[in-house]
T-cell receptor, first 109, second 115 residues
């Protein structure tokens, strides 16, 4: 079983739509959680960390559910520039990082 | 400019020919890490280092070596590359000594093909 699982998509949405991604992780002892964004053939870049209480950054909201071991990312008012692959990342208690295989988002005019 | 650099960016080589991919960061970060990215598998951690002379295995260390003799550099060594090591490789660094809570900054990637 993979440490981190994501729906690969693609999610095809119109501009202005709200879209949500989920990610599940298998290690209940995981300590830190992140969403990264990766554009085609480029390096991943941090979108946001995910905190237990949930957190928001502009149009992006991240939630963590430790009991069910899943993380979510909500994007409101999607822009064309949001088209990318979104990577769910989990840090285990051994300083190792586990990445999901990514969810591809296509925002269309 | 704060950055992580990798060289080479592209490399085509043959089975068994030793190679080194360099990684350097100018942010004085203690934590550095190597990943490989393959279609459908996402990024998988190869090795990481929490400080000079401190390295540890990630999820897929077989066939790779690393060293951390200086804080800024973390080279990845393939002693005898094989075709299953054909992949996109990323180096990353973080300001968090434990690597756990802080943002990782990634290099631009090295696309390696082993024939």
């Amino acid at each position: 079983r993979k440490e981190v699982e994501q729906d690969p998509g693609p999610f095809n949405v119109p501009e202005g739509a709200t879209v949500a991604f989920n990610c599940t992780y298998s290690n209940s002892a995981s300590q830190s959680f992140f969403w990264y964004r990766q554009d085609c053939r480029k390096e991943p870049k941090l979108l946001m960390s995910v905190y237990s209480s949930g957190n928001e950054d502009g149009r992006f909201t991240a939630q963590l559910n430790r009991a069910s071991q899943y993380i979510s990312l909500l994007i409101r008012d999607s822009k064309l520039s949001d088209s990318a692959t979104y990577l769910c990342v989990v840090n285990s208690n051994l300083n190792k990082f586990y990445f999901g295989s990514g969810t591809k988002l296509n925002v269309k005019p | 400019e704060a950055q992580v650099t990798q060289n080479p960016r592209y490399l085509i080589t043959v089975t068994g020919k030793k190679l080194t991919v360099t990684c350097s960061q100018n942010m004085n970060h203690e934590y550095m890490s190597w990943y490989r990215q393959d279609p459908g598998l996402g990024l998988r951690q190869i090795y990481y280092s929490m400080n000079v002379e401190v390295t540890d295995k990630g999820d897929v260390p077989e066939g790779y070596k690393v060293s951390r003799k200086e804080k800024r550099n973390f080279p990845l060594i393939l002693e005898s590359p094989s075709p299953n090591q054909t992949s996109l490789y990323f180096c990353a660094s973080s300001n968090d000594r434990t690597g756990g809570s802080y943002e990782q900054y990634f290099g631009p990637g090295t696309r390696l093909t082993v024939t």
